[in-house]
C-alpha cells in the first residue's frame, strides 16, 4: 500500500503527519518504510538519523533517489518487503506532486486552519484534477492539521468540506496544535511515542481512521 503525504504548500505538517502514520504502521505489524522526497531539505531523513538504532518500533527512512526515479524506488522497497510505504511530499515541486498522486494508492493532503493555505490549495486541486484524466480513481482525503479553535480555524473547517464535489472528503478528525510534535521530534519520535497523552490518543484516533478507509478500499477492489 502507497500512501502519499502531499500538498504544494510548504509548513502544512507533511512530514510530522507521515512519521505519525508510518510508526502507527509498524506498531500494526506492518513493514514499513518512508520515502523523504525533499532532496534539499531531508527532514525526514534527519528525523531518523536522530532515532535510537534500537528504538522499539523500527521505521526505516530512504531519499528519493530523483524524480524520474520514484517508480524505481517503490519498486526496491515493495521487494524489499515493505508492506506500507510512506511518500512524506515536498512542497513546490508540481512535477514530483503529479507523479505521487498518479502512484499512491491513498492520498492524504493536510491543511492548516488558515484562509490563506484554503487558497493555496487550489493549486494542489488542479494538479489532482489532472492526474485524474490519466487515473480516474483516487482516493483522497483532506485533513485539518495544527487546528486551534479560532474563527478563522472554523471558518476554514466547515470551507474544507466544500472540495467533496472535487472527490477530496475531509477526514472526521483533526490534529491539535500541540508542542509534542515538536518536543518528540527532536529525539527521532513522534507523538505516539510520546509523554503528551491527548496527543497520543488524537494521533491514535487520526492514524485508525485512515487505516479503517484503507480497508474499506482494499474491499472494495
Not at 534527519?46 to 534500537?54: H, L, M, Q, S, V
Not at 521487494?79 to 515541486?93: A, M
Not at 494508492?105 to 487550489?122: A, R
Request: hydrophobic share 40%; glycine share 4%.
Amino acid at each position: 500500500m502507497i500512501i502519499a503525504v502531499t500538498n504544494l504548500k510548504g509548513g502544512v505538517g507533511k512530514s510530522t503527519l507521515s512519521r505519525n502514520l508510518a510508526v502507527y504502521f509498524a506498531m500494526q505489524g506492518e513493514k514499513t518504510c518512508i520515502i523523504d522526497t525533499d532532496i534539499e531539505q531531508r527532514t525526514t531523513c534527519d528525523w531518523r538519523t536522530r532515532r535510537e538504532a534500537d528504538a522499539k518500533i523500527k521505521v526505516d527512512v530512504f531519499p528519493m533517489s530523483s524524480t524520474d526515479g520514484l517508480v524505481n524506488d517503490i519498486k526496491t522497497h515493495r521487494n524489499n518487503g515493505y508492506r506500507v510505504i510512506i511518500i512524506d511530499g515536498v512542497p513546490q515541486l508540481e512535477k514530483v506532486t503529479t507523479k505521487l498522486i498518479l502512484l499512491a494508492n491513498f492520498l492524504i493532503i493536510p491543511i492548516t486552519p488558515s484562509i490563506d493555505d484554503l487558497k493555496s490549495f487550489e493549486r494542489f486541486l488542479k494538479r489532482y484534477e489532472d492526474a485524474k484524466m490519466v487515473k480516474p480513481e483516487i482516493p483522497a482525503f483532506l485533513v485539518l492539521n495544527r487546528y486551534c479553535r479560532t474563527s478563522e480555524g472554523e471558518e476554514v473547517k466547515l470551507a474544507i468540506a466544500m472540495f467533496e464535489e472535487f472527490g477530496i472528503s475531509p477526514l472526521q478528525n483533526v490534529i491539535s496544535e500541540r508542542v509534542a510534535h515538536k518536543r518528540s521530534s527532536k529525539y527521532g519520535l513522534t507523538a505516539l511515542e510520546w509523554e503528551d497523552a491527548k496527543a497520543r490518543e488524537e494521533v491514535e484516533t487520526f492514524c485508525a481512521e485512515i487505516e479503517q478507509k484503507l480497508i474499506k478500499k482494499m474491499k472494495v477492489a
